[in-house]
Protein backbone atom coordinates (compact mmCIF):
# COMPACT_ATOMS: atom_id res chain seq x y z
CA UNK A 1 0.00 0.00 0.00
CA UNK A 2 1.65 2.99 -0.96
CA UNK A 3 0.97 6.52 0.75
CA UNK A 4 -0.09 9.66 -0.24
CA UNK A 5 2.89 11.70 0.42
CA UNK A 6 2.60 13.97 2.87
CA UNK A 7 3.85 17.85 2.84
CA UNK A 8 4.86 19.99 5.57
CA UNK A 9 2.30 23.16 6.19
CA UNK A 10 4.33 25.84 4.91
CA UNK A 11 2.40 28.60 6.91
CA UNK A 12 0.91 28.99 10.65
CA UNK A 13 -1.90 31.61 10.67
CA UNK A 14 -3.82 33.28 13.12
CA UNK A 15 -6.44 35.52 11.35
CA UNK A 16 -8.84 34.92 9.18
CA UNK A 17 -11.29 37.19 6.54
CA UNK A 18 -14.92 36.56 6.05
CA UNK A 19 -15.67 32.65 6.05
CA UNK A 20 -11.21 32.27 5.43
CA UNK A 21 -8.60 33.18 6.72
CA UNK A 22 -6.08 36.11 6.68
CA UNK A 23 -2.22 36.45 6.61
CA UNK A 24 -1.53 38.05 10.14
CA UNK A 25 -2.04 41.61 10.08
CA UNK A 26 -5.07 41.40 7.90
CA UNK A 27 -8.58 42.63 8.85
CA UNK A 28 -9.88 41.34 12.12
CA UNK A 29 -10.85 37.79 12.14
CA UNK A 30 -14.23 36.04 12.81
CA UNK A 31 -14.03 33.31 15.78
CA UNK A 32 -12.80 30.43 14.55
CA UNK A 33 -14.87 28.41 16.80
CA UNK A 34 -18.15 30.00 15.54
CA UNK A 35 -18.05 29.85 11.87
CA UNK A 36 -15.58 27.23 9.70
CA UNK A 37 -12.41 29.50 8.88
CA UNK A 38 -9.42 27.82 7.04
CA UNK A 39 -6.01 28.00 7.31
CA UNK A 40 -3.38 28.85 5.02
CA UNK A 41 -3.04 25.27 2.67
CA UNK A 42 0.28 23.90 3.16
CA UNK A 43 2.24 21.99 0.06
CA UNK A 44 5.91 21.09 0.09
CA UNK A 45 8.55 20.57 -0.36
CA UNK A 46 10.17 24.17 -0.02
CA UNK A 47 13.90 23.85 -1.41
CA UNK A 48 12.42 22.83 -4.92
CA UNK A 49 11.36 25.18 -7.64
CA UNK A 50 8.10 25.37 -8.89
CA UNK A 51 9.02 25.97 -12.22
CA UNK A 52 9.22 21.99 -12.84
CA UNK A 53 5.46 21.93 -12.91
CA UNK A 54 4.97 20.43 -9.43
CA UNK A 55 3.91 22.72 -6.86
CA UNK A 56 6.05 23.87 -3.51
CA UNK A 57 3.15 25.75 -1.86
CA UNK A 58 -0.40 26.47 -2.72
CA UNK A 59 -0.97 28.74 -5.53
CA UNK A 60 -1.92 32.11 -5.78
CA UNK A 61 -5.38 32.45 -6.88
CA UNK A 62 -5.93 28.66 -7.06
CA UNK A 63 -9.21 27.46 -5.65
CA UNK A 64 -9.88 24.15 -3.88
CA UNK A 65 -13.79 22.38 -3.84
CA UNK A 66 -14.23 21.47 -0.01
CA UNK A 67 -16.72 18.78 1.24
CA UNK A 68 -17.45 19.02 4.94
CA UNK A 69 -19.32 16.16 7.04
CA UNK A 70 -20.93 16.07 10.64
CA UNK A 71 -24.42 14.89 11.32
CA UNK A 72 -25.28 10.72 10.34
CA UNK A 73 -28.50 9.76 9.30
CA UNK A 74 -30.54 7.51 11.41
CA UNK A 75 -29.14 3.43 10.84
CA UNK A 76 -32.58 1.37 10.45
CA UNK A 77 -33.90 1.58 7.35
CA UNK A 78 -36.88 3.30 7.34
CA UNK A 79 -36.03 5.74 8.96
CA UNK A 80 -32.93 6.76 7.19
CA UNK A 81 -34.10 9.71 5.92
CA UNK A 82 -34.16 11.05 9.54
CA UNK A 83 -31.36 13.20 11.19
CA UNK A 84 -29.78 11.49 14.21
CA UNK A 85 -29.13 14.29 16.25
CA UNK A 86 -26.79 12.27 18.65
CA UNK A 87 -24.30 11.40 16.05
CA UNK A 88 -22.22 14.91 15.98
CA UNK A 89 -19.83 13.05 18.39
CA UNK A 90 -19.37 9.79 16.74
CA UNK A 91 -16.04 9.48 14.69
CA UNK A 92 -15.82 9.51 10.98
CA UNK A 93 -15.11 5.77 11.14
CA UNK A 94 -18.12 4.84 12.87
CA UNK A 95 -20.91 6.88 10.96
CA UNK A 96 -19.24 7.61 7.51
CA UNK A 97 -21.71 5.39 5.27
CA UNK A 98 -24.79 7.43 6.89
CA UNK A 99 -23.47 10.82 6.58
CA UNK A 100 -24.63 13.48 3.93
CA UNK A 101 -22.59 16.67 3.44
CA UNK A 102 -24.72 19.13 4.95
CA UNK A 103 -21.64 21.50 6.03
CA UNK A 104 -20.44 21.79 2.72
CA UNK A 105 -20.69 20.19 -0.49
CA UNK A 106 -18.59 21.33 -3.19
CA UNK A 107 -17.57 24.64 -2.17
CA UNK A 108 -15.48 26.55 -3.74
CA UNK A 109 -12.15 28.10 -1.57
CA UNK A 110 -10.21 30.67 -3.30
CA UNK A 111 -6.73 31.18 -1.68
CA UNK A 112 -4.48 34.09 -2.13
CA UNK A 113 -1.22 35.79 -0.45
CA UNK A 114 -3.48 38.99 0.16
CA UNK A 115 -6.70 37.86 1.30
CA UNK A 116 -6.10 34.41 2.75
CA UNK A 117 -8.73 31.65 2.08
CA UNK A 118 -11.91 32.66 1.75
CA UNK A 119 -15.20 31.94 0.48
CA UNK A 120 -19.46 32.42 -0.05
CA UNK A 121 -21.82 32.60 2.66
CA UNK A 122 -20.08 32.05 6.05
CA UNK A 123 -20.70 28.44 7.67
CA UNK A 124 -21.33 27.97 11.01
CA UNK A 125 -20.35 25.18 13.33
CA UNK A 126 -23.18 23.47 15.15
CA UNK A 127 -24.02 24.53 18.69
CA UNK A 128 -25.93 23.33 21.64
CA UNK A 129 -29.77 24.54 20.95
CA UNK A 130 -33.13 23.64 19.03
CA UNK A 131 -31.72 22.09 15.51
CA UNK A 132 -33.80 24.53 13.54
CA UNK A 133 -32.07 26.72 11.05
CA UNK A 134 -28.53 25.06 12.04
CA UNK A 135 -26.57 24.13 9.36
CA UNK A 136 -27.29 22.21 6.55
CA UNK A 137 -30.49 21.23 8.35
CA UNK A 138 -33.88 21.76 6.45
CA UNK A 139 -36.96 23.31 8.47
CA UNK A 140 -38.41 20.29 7.49
CA UNK A 141 -36.01 17.87 8.98
CA UNK A 142 -35.13 19.92 12.25
CA UNK A 143 -38.35 19.00 13.26
CA UNK A 144 -38.15 19.34 17.80
CA UNK A 145 -34.43 18.19 17.54
CA UNK A 146 -32.10 19.60 20.04
CA UNK A 147 -28.13 19.76 19.59
CA UNK A 148 -26.09 19.17 22.57
CA UNK A 149 -22.31 18.64 23.31
CA UNK A 150 -21.88 20.09 20.41
CA UNK A 151 -17.89 21.48 21.92
CA UNK A 152 -17.48 17.44 20.85
CA UNK A 153 -18.69 17.32 17.52
CA UNK A 154 -16.45 15.97 15.21
CA UNK A 155 -16.61 17.23 11.56
CA UNK A 156 -14.68 15.72 8.66
CA UNK A 157 -13.50 17.55 5.44
CA UNK A 158 -12.20 16.98 2.20
CA UNK A 159 -10.39 19.26 -0.05
CA UNK A 160 -8.76 18.71 -3.62
CA UNK A 161 -7.35 21.29 -6.26
CA UNK A 162 -8.28 22.24 -8.70
CA UNK A 163 -11.79 23.45 -8.65
CA UNK A 164 -13.28 23.70 -11.59
CA UNK A 165 -17.03 25.22 -11.56
CA UNK A 166 -19.90 23.37 -14.29
CA UNK A 167 -18.80 25.92 -16.55
CA UNK A 168 -15.39 24.86 -17.38
CA UNK A 169 -14.18 22.88 -20.57
CA UNK A 170 -12.40 20.46 -18.42
CA UNK A 171 -13.29 19.08 -15.25
CA UNK A 172 -10.31 17.11 -13.66
CA UNK A 173 -12.11 15.56 -11.11
CA UNK A 174 -15.46 14.22 -10.98
CA UNK A 175 -17.75 13.35 -7.91
CA UNK A 176 -19.92 10.24 -8.44
CA UNK A 177 -20.57 10.28 -4.77
CA UNK A 178 -21.83 12.44 -3.14
CA UNK A 179 -24.13 13.12 -6.22
CA UNK A 180 -26.75 15.75 -4.51
CA UNK A 181 -27.19 17.29 -1.33
CA UNK A 182 -29.29 14.20 -0.03
CA UNK A 183 -26.52 11.49 -1.14
CA UNK A 184 -25.06 10.01 1.96
CA UNK A 185 -21.24 8.08 2.55
CA UNK A 186 -17.62 9.11 1.94
CA UNK A 187 -16.75 11.09 -1.16
CA UNK A 188 -16.06 8.67 -4.42
CA UNK A 189 -14.57 10.36 -7.03
CA UNK A 190 -12.57 10.12 -10.64
CA UNK A 191 -9.60 12.01 -11.82
CA UNK A 192 -9.10 12.43 -15.32
CA UNK A 193 -6.19 13.85 -17.47
CA UNK A 194 -7.03 16.66 -20.19
CA UNK A 195 -6.95 14.24 -23.24
CA UNK A 196 -9.30 12.47 -25.47
CA UNK A 197 -9.59 8.41 -24.57
CA UNK A 198 -7.78 6.87 -27.14
CA UNK A 199 -5.19 8.04 -30.20
CA UNK A 200 -3.13 7.14 -33.35
CA UNK A 201 -1.47 3.34 -32.47
CA UNK A 202 1.22 4.91 -34.12
CA UNK A 203 1.87 7.55 -31.19
CA UNK A 204 1.95 10.61 -33.49
CA UNK A 205 -0.23 13.12 -31.80
CA UNK A 206 1.64 15.37 -29.79
CA UNK A 207 1.09 15.21 -25.92
CA UNK A 208 0.83 19.20 -24.40
CA UNK A 209 2.16 18.10 -20.77
CA UNK A 210 1.24 22.12 -19.67
CA UNK A 211 -2.13 20.76 -20.08
CA UNK A 212 -1.98 18.44 -17.22
CA UNK A 213 -2.91 20.18 -13.85
CA UNK A 214 -0.53 19.32 -10.56
CA UNK A 215 -3.84 17.17 -8.93
CA UNK A 216 -4.07 17.30 -4.98
CA UNK A 217 -6.00 16.26 -2.67
CA UNK A 218 -6.23 16.17 1.13
CA UNK A 219 -8.39 15.40 4.27
CA UNK A 220 -9.10 16.92 7.97
CA UNK A 221 -11.17 13.79 9.96
CA UNK A 222 -12.41 14.20 12.84
CA UNK A 223 -12.39 17.91 13.66
CA UNK A 224 -13.81 19.66 16.72
CA UNK A 225 -14.66 23.06 16.49
CA UNK A 226 -12.54 24.18 19.54
CA UNK A 227 -9.08 23.32 17.50
CA UNK A 228 -10.22 26.52 15.58
CA UNK A 229 -9.20 26.62 11.92
CA UNK A 230 -9.21 23.95 9.64
CA UNK A 231 -5.34 23.49 8.36
CA UNK A 232 -5.58 21.14 4.81
CA UNK A 233 -2.24 18.91 4.23
CA UNK A 234 -2.50 18.60 0.43
CA UNK A 235 -0.94 15.78 -1.63
CA UNK A 236 -0.07 15.33 -5.23
CA UNK A 237 -1.87 12.40 -6.97
CA UNK A 238 0.37 12.67 -9.84
CA UNK A 239 3.69 11.27 -10.27
CA UNK A 240 6.65 13.33 -11.71
CA UNK A 241 8.91 11.85 -14.29
CA UNK A 242 12.69 13.98 -15.46
CA UNK A 243 15.32 13.13 -17.98
CA UNK A 244 18.70 13.63 -17.60
CA UNK A 245 21.19 12.36 -20.35
CA UNK A 246 24.96 10.86 -19.06
CA UNK A 247 27.79 10.89 -21.86
CA UNK A 248 30.07 8.21 -19.63
CA UNK A 249 32.74 7.68 -22.43
CA UNK A 250 35.51 9.18 -20.92
CA UNK A 251 38.72 9.34 -22.27
CA UNK A 252 41.07 6.19 -21.23
CA UNK A 253 43.37 8.73 -19.23
CA UNK A 254 39.83 9.43 -16.90
CA UNK A 255 39.09 5.60 -16.49
CA UNK A 256 37.32 5.65 -19.86
CA UNK A 257 37.47 2.17 -22.14
CA UNK A 258 35.96 1.04 -25.39
CA UNK A 259 36.06 2.44 -29.30
CA UNK A 260 33.65 5.01 -27.88
CA UNK A 261 36.05 6.74 -25.26
CA UNK A 262 36.28 10.13 -25.53
CA UNK A 263 33.98 10.69 -27.83
CA UNK A 264 31.32 13.62 -27.66
CA UNK A 265 27.21 12.79 -27.52
CA UNK A 266 24.78 15.16 -29.58
CA UNK A 267 21.34 14.79 -28.66
CA UNK A 268 18.47 15.86 -31.00
CA UNK A 269 15.55 14.87 -29.44
CA UNK A 270 13.93 12.89 -26.70
CA UNK A 271 10.19 11.63 -27.01
CA UNK A 272 8.48 9.51 -24.42
CA UNK A 273 5.85 7.64 -26.80
CA UNK A 274 3.06 5.05 -25.50
CA UNK A 275 -0.46 4.22 -23.54
CA UNK A 276 -1.27 6.35 -20.88
CA UNK A 277 -3.65 5.67 -18.10
CA UNK A 278 -6.23 8.44 -18.70
CA UNK A 279 -8.32 8.60 -15.01
CA UNK A 280 -8.34 7.11 -12.13
CA UNK A 281 -10.77 6.20 -9.38
CA UNK A 282 -10.72 6.78 -5.74
CA UNK A 283 -13.24 5.62 -3.37
CA UNK A 284 -12.77 6.90 0.39
CA UNK A 285 -14.89 4.85 2.27
CA UNK A 286 -12.64 3.23 3.66
CA UNK A 287 -8.90 3.63 5.99
CA UNK A 288 -7.45 1.24 2.99
CA UNK A 289 -8.59 3.75 0.06
CA UNK A 290 -10.11 1.90 -3.15
CA UNK A 291 -7.79 2.93 -6.24
CA UNK A 292 -8.57 1.60 -9.71
CA UNK A 293 -7.18 2.41 -12.96
CA UNK A 294 -9.41 1.49 -16.11
CA UNK A 295 -6.79 -0.45 -18.53
CA UNK A 296 -8.93 0.33 -21.83
CA UNK A 297 -9.47 4.05 -20.50
CA UNK A 298 -6.26 4.91 -22.03
CA UNK A 299 -4.75 8.10 -24.30
CA UNK A 300 -1.86 7.39 -26.72
CA UNK A 301 1.01 9.97 -28.31
CA UNK A 302 4.03 11.38 -27.60
CA UNK A 303 5.51 13.90 -25.20
CA UNK A 304 8.24 16.10 -26.62
CA UNK A 305 11.20 15.99 -23.95
CA UNK A 306 13.58 18.10 -25.39
CA UNK A 307 14.09 19.13 -28.68
CA UNK A 308 17.60 20.43 -29.58
CA UNK A 309 17.94 24.19 -31.25
CA UNK A 310 21.17 23.44 -32.95
CA UNK A 311 21.32 21.91 -36.53
CA UNK A 312 23.74 19.64 -35.20
CA UNK A 313 22.13 18.84 -32.20
CA UNK A 314 23.62 19.22 -28.40
CA UNK A 315 26.86 18.80 -27.28
CA UNK A 316 26.98 16.44 -24.39
CA UNK A 317 30.88 15.93 -23.98
CA UNK A 318 32.70 12.90 -22.41
CA UNK A 319 34.30 15.79 -19.81
CA UNK A 320 32.93 15.19 -16.68
CA UNK A 321 34.54 17.85 -14.85
CA UNK A 322 31.55 20.09 -13.89
CA UNK A 323 28.51 18.70 -15.04
CA UNK A 324 29.95 18.99 -18.70
CA UNK A 325 28.90 15.19 -19.36
CA UNK A 326 25.17 16.19 -18.61
CA UNK A 327 22.15 17.05 -20.41
CA UNK A 328 19.41 17.87 -17.75
CA UNK A 329 16.12 19.25 -19.42
CA UNK A 330 13.99 21.24 -16.51
CA UNK A 331 10.73 19.80 -17.69
CA UNK A 332 8.94 16.58 -15.51
CA UNK A 333 6.02 15.25 -16.83
CA UNK A 334 2.85 14.99 -14.92
CA UNK A 335 1.46 11.10 -15.27
CA UNK A 336 -0.87 8.84 -13.61
CA UNK A 337 1.47 6.18 -11.79
CA UNK A 338 -0.58 3.07 -11.42
CA UNK A 339 -0.59 0.81 -8.59
CA UNK A 340 -0.22 -2.65 -10.26
CA UNK A 341 2.85 -4.44 -11.77
CA UNK A 342 0.14 -7.07 -13.22
CA UNK A 343 -2.23 -4.49 -14.83
CA UNK A 344 0.72 -2.01 -15.44
CA UNK A 345 2.54 1.22 -14.23
CA UNK A 346 1.81 4.66 -16.42
CA UNK A 347 0.14 2.41 -18.62
CA UNK A 348 -1.65 -0.84 -19.23
CA UNK A 349 0.44 -3.71 -20.42
CA UNK A 350 -0.19 -5.58 -23.13
CA UNK A 351 -1.24 -9.24 -24.17
CA UNK A 352 2.64 -9.97 -23.57
CA UNK A 353 2.47 -9.16 -20.39
CA UNK A 354 5.20 -5.87 -21.42
CA UNK A 355 3.56 -2.00 -22.08
CA UNK A 356 3.92 -0.30 -25.18
CA UNK A 357 5.73 2.82 -23.55
CA UNK A 358 9.33 4.04 -25.36
CA UNK A 359 12.08 6.63 -24.85
CA UNK A 360 12.55 7.41 -28.33
CA UNK A 361 16.22 9.42 -28.44
CA UNK A 362 17.62 10.63 -31.49
CA UNK A 363 21.47 11.19 -31.62
CA UNK A 364 24.93 10.81 -33.16
CA UNK A 365 27.60 9.76 -30.92
CA UNK A 366 31.51 11.22 -32.40
CA UNK A 367 31.53 11.22 -36.29
CA UNK A 368 28.99 8.83 -36.78
CA UNK A 369 25.71 8.75 -38.50
CA UNK A 370 22.20 10.24 -36.65
CA UNK A 371 20.37 7.48 -35.21
CA UNK A 372 16.87 6.83 -32.92
CA UNK A 373 17.33 4.50 -30.41
CA UNK A 374 14.09 3.00 -29.00
CA UNK A 375 14.45 2.35 -25.22
CA UNK A 376 12.01 0.47 -22.80
CA UNK A 377 11.15 1.22 -19.38
CA UNK A 378 13.44 -0.62 -16.49
CA UNK A 379 11.31 -3.04 -14.98
CA UNK A 380 11.94 -2.50 -11.57
CA UNK A 381 9.86 1.03 -11.97
CA UNK A 382 7.38 0.99 -9.89
CA UNK A 383 6.25 4.73 -9.90
CA UNK A 384 4.49 6.26 -6.82
CA UNK A 385 1.75 9.02 -6.61
CA UNK A 386 3.63 11.78 -4.88
CA UNK A 387 7.37 11.17 -6.03
CA UNK A 388 9.34 12.92 -8.78
CA UNK A 389 11.83 10.28 -10.40
CA UNK A 390 14.74 10.73 -13.27
CA UNK A 391 15.12 8.96 -15.47
CA UNK A 392 18.97 8.56 -16.28
CA UNK A 393 19.95 7.90 -19.64
CA UNK A 394 23.25 6.86 -19.72
CA UNK A 395 25.42 6.48 -22.92
CA UNK A 396 27.90 3.80 -21.53
CA UNK A 397 30.42 2.20 -23.90
CA UNK A 398 28.51 2.22 -27.31
CA UNK A 399 24.85 1.46 -25.91
CA UNK A 400 22.34 3.38 -23.77
CA UNK A 401 21.62 2.02 -20.47
CA UNK A 402 18.66 3.96 -18.35
CA UNK A 403 17.76 3.79 -15.05
CA UNK A 404 15.34 5.67 -13.39
CA UNK A 405 15.69 7.27 -9.70
CA UNK A 406 13.65 8.88 -7.15
CA UNK A 407 14.56 12.58 -6.39
CA UNK A 408 15.71 11.30 -2.98
CA UNK A 409 16.58 15.09 -1.69
CA UNK A 410 12.93 16.42 -2.80
CA UNK A 411 10.87 13.51 -2.74
CA UNK A 412 7.40 14.11 -1.08
CA UNK A 413 7.24 12.72 2.25
CA UNK A 414 6.54 9.71 3.53
CA UNK A 415 3.13 9.86 5.90
CA UNK A 416 0.34 12.08 5.88
CA UNK A 417 -1.62 14.25 8.40
CA UNK A 418 -4.43 13.14 5.73
CA UNK A 419 -4.67 9.61 7.19
CA UNK A 420 -5.19 8.70 3.59
CA UNK A 421 -3.47 6.08 1.62
CA UNK A 422 -3.43 5.21 -1.70
CA UNK A 423 -3.10 1.03 -2.90
Known amino acids: MEGLRRFSRLFAVSAALLAGCTKEGGPEAPDATRSVVFGVPGVSVETRAATDG ?26 KNKINFSSGSSPWGSKNELCRPR ?103 KLDDTQTPDAMFAVDY ?9 SFSFSHLLTGLGFRVNNYSQTAESGGTGSGAGKDLYIYSIRLTGDFYRSVSVDLSNADVAVEYDAKDVYRGYYLVYQSEELDGTRVTWDASEGKNTLAPTKYIRLLPGNDAGQGYLGPVGPD ?7 QVEYRFGDGERKTEELTRPGSFAPRSGVRYTAQ ?11 VQGDNDEVWEEGSDDEVSFQ
Open 393 to 403: INWVGDAFVVM
Open 353 to 359: GKYNGKL
Open 103 to 205: VFNNVEVTYTAAAGCVYDSPVKWYRDGAAQGQTGIAADEAGDGVLSGTDDYLYSFFAYYPYAGQEASYRPFAFTRPASDADAGAPKFSFSMPFESGGATNFSE
Open 54 to 79: FYDRFPDGGSFGVFGYCLAQEVIDGN
Open 222 to 230: NHRKTEGQV
